[in-house]
């Protein structure tokens, strides 16, 4: 059934507005998919705060017009359908990477990342980084490191100094103690 003229305008103007206000966009190739495989598909990116639409290839290449045609034309090919991606681009790529497993017709062909034009490879090299509170987690141990260090030396230092003040008023003891008659 063919989409009239308004309801295409409609979809033009939500795919410009997605576009504007992600922070990046993966395309996908999901011919051999079925369609529970894109609600399922959908739910997972959905959970990560993204959201996959499939797009008519006329009207993603209107809302893409400032993109050059060469990242249009590679982006496009073939029945496309895109995340949008919200803050965690990695978590979008992990999701879209592991749902390769299920569907090996599925194919990750490239993406807009921060204005950027990303490939498929370059998607799965993202997929493989650790999850964001990894990294957080990661960053706060090196911050902290030296700071833990400072304290143990410092701690070390205090306790050298406090024994040899303790052996020298034990040696003064000893010595002022047998000089005196009994």
């Known amino acids: 059934m063919p989409i009239s003229r308004e309801k295409k305008e ?3 103007k939500d795919l410009k507005s997605e576009f504007a206000g992600a922070a990046g966009a993966v395309f996908t190739d999901f011919r051999g998919v079925d369609v529970p495989g894109i609600n399922d598909l959908r739910t997972k990116l959905r959970d990560e705060g993204a959201r996959y639409v499939v797009a008519k290839r006329t009207l ?3 809302a893409l017009a400032d993109a050059p045609a060469e990242v249009v034309d590679a982006l496009l090919a073939g029945a496309t359908g895109i995340a949008f991606v919200g803050e965690d681009s990695v978590a979008i790529a992990k999701v879209l990477v ?3 497993k299920d569907y090996e017709s599925f194919v990750v062909k490239g993406g807009l990342l921060r204005g950027e034009f990303v490939t498929g490879e370059k998607i799965t090299l993202i ?3 650790p999850p964001r509170d990894v990294l957080l987690a990661t960053l706060f141990a090196a911050m902290k490191s030296p700071h833990t260090s400072l304290v143990f030396v410092g701690k070390g230092l205090l306790r050298k100094a406090v024994a040899t003040l303790a052996a020298i008023a034990e040696k003064k003891q000893v010595e002022g103690g047998a000089g005196e008659p009994a």
């Open 127 to 129: 997929a493989k980084t």
């Open 60 to 62: 993603a290449e209107r």
């Open 98 to 100: 592991d749902f390769r």
């Open 10 to 12: 409609e979809i033009l």
